[in-house]
């Protein structure tokens, strides 16, 4: 009876070891595919800090947004860019800051899109064959 008991418990034991080796190899595939999508992303974003010559950070805080939303940053834009109009007494100079903030967030949001898109496309794509 106790023989039997064991030969339970050891092939219990295995069972959950397989399955556990199985979601191990799944979760660790997936965070490979996530950390090569942010890989990608960061290296579009770092390149176009250096070609506006303005970083993310920067123009988040010009254009006083938190969130990468459309609607926020045009709103913002529109605020800011009437409220240094040169007629009314504003800066040229802040109001250029204020485009070039907006064309950074557009082209970062364009990138995100773009990530967006092909992760989704990417993911129709592959098979996950059952071991």
């Known amino acids: 009876m106790a023989r039997y008991l064991a030969q339970i418990i050891v092939m219990g034991v295995q069972v959950v070891g397989r ?32 070609l506006t010559g303005m970083t993310l950070q920067e123009a988040k805080q010009i254009l006083n947004v938190s969130k990468l939303t459309p609607e926020e940053i045009e709103k913002n834009y529109e605020h800011l860019f009437k409220a ?26 364009r990138i995100a899109q773009q990530n967006k ?3 989704q496309t990417g993911s129709h794509s592959q098979q996950h064959p059952e071991t």
């Open 19 to 50: 399955a556990f080796t199985r979601a191990l190899r799944q979760e660790f595939a997936a965070s490979q595919a996530a950390a090569n999508a942010r890989g990608r992303a960061g290296r579009q974003s770092a390149a176009t800090s250096s």
């Open 84 to 109: 240094n109009d040169k007629s009314v007494g504003g800066s040229f100079y802040v109001q250029s800051k204020v485009v070039r903030a907006k064309e950074r967030l557009d082209e970062e949001l």
């Open 117 to 119: 898109e092909n992760s």
